[in-house]
């Protein structure tokens, strides 16, 4: 009788986007500039329309909402390849990367 495969996952290895260093550390400060425009311009699109009573309208309420998820969702995903891109071994193990997916499929259906 054939049982299958009981081979068990328990961690990802992932191989990177290149293997130059010197485009490693091109790509990490692309990306970490990036983020931070993605995260200061969140910021401030919230802090403009929570100092400005003018802005207190249903439409710049749902605006704010936007950008907050957007600031999370980049923060769920960037930070960790900014990393990645450093760090010589890129072992996560499997519930960290099912937590990982979980929160950016939560964030893009709350989107």
């Not at 328990?10 to 995260?39: H, K, N, P, R, T």
């Amino acid at each position: 009788m054939d049982t299958g495969n009981l081979s068990v996952v328990s961690e990802f290895v992932l191989l990177g986007l290149c293997q130059s260093w010197a485009m490693q550390v091109l790509l990490l400060l692309i990306f970490f500039m990036l983020y931070l425009i993605i995260v200061s311009g969140n910021i401030t699109i919230m802090i403009l329309i929570i100092i400005d009573t003018h802005l207190h309208s249903p439409m710049y309420f749902l605006l704010a909402n936007l950008s907050f998820v957007d600031m999370w969702l980049s923060s769920v995903t960037t930070p960790k390849m900014i990393t990645d891109l450093v760090r010589r071994t890129r072992l996560f193990p499997l519930e960290i990367a099912c937590v990982r997916s979980s929160l950016c499929i939560l964030l893009e259906v709350v989107r």
